[in-house]
């Protein structure tokens, strides 16, 4: 079973257990809420909704809050000197699909639960890692094992370019000179 559900001015296509990224929505983390607007419900059955359905439920979990990646906008008008560089981070919320109800009243449930992402633990992992690299680099630590680098083959099609380029050199060189009695001959003339 599948449904169309529109939020933040946008019309998504979800299933039950389904990660989306929507515009932010005044939600905590972990709360768990029905989207209200259901345009469609299809599956086995399929009803539209004018332009919803009131019946049918879409019931989501807000498992992360954040900021998408930079975008860059950059305005030029050439050969006027205008340029204008600036960065947009948008607010994003990412929901976990629970479950979908359609008119009829069946149900389609989430194989796995939502996994909701807790800032507090992400600190307190980077904080025991940055402890262990403390430890590391005290005097009296033992040294922690690196992995020995591999080294890269080199190609012997290199040596054939670097033969080629040397070739063209000495040809622009001769060419030089070629010109340069050409012109003490005229002069002397």
Do not use: C
């Not at 900021?67 to 050439?78: D, E, G, N, S, T």
């Not at 479950?99 to 980077?126: H, M, R, Y």
């Not at 680098?149 to 054939?160: F, G, H, L, N, S």
């Amino acid at each position: 079973m599948y449904a169309i559900v529109r939020t933040g001015g946008k019309q998504y296509r979800v299933k039950a257990g389904d990660k989306l990224r929507v515009e932010k929505l005044n939600k905590n983390l972990g709360d768990e809420f029905e989207i209200p607007e259901v345009l469609w419900v299809g599956g086995a059955d399929s009803f539209s909704g004018n332009p919803v359905l009131p019946e049918a439920k879409v019931v989501a979990v807000v498992t992360h809050q954040t900021r998408a990646a930079k975008v860059l906008v950059f305005k030029k008008k050439r050969r006027q000197g205008y340029r204008r560089m600036q960065g947009h981070r948008q607010w994003y919320t990412e929901l976990f699909i629970k479950s979908i109800t359609n008119p009829k009243g069946e149900v389609s449930q989430a194989d796995t639960e939502a996994k909701v992402f807790d800032p507090s633990k992400k600190q307190q992992i980077l904080d025991e890692r940055a402890a262990v690299r403390k430890e590391a680099k005290k005097p009296g630590a033992k040294p922690v094992a690196k992995k020995a680098p591999t080294k890269k083959k080199t190609v012997k099609k290199k040596a054939v370019k670097k033969k080629a380029t040397k070739k063209k050199v000495a040809k622009k060189k001769t060419a030089k000179k070629k010109t340069a009695k050409k012109k003490t001959a005229k002069k002397t003339n």
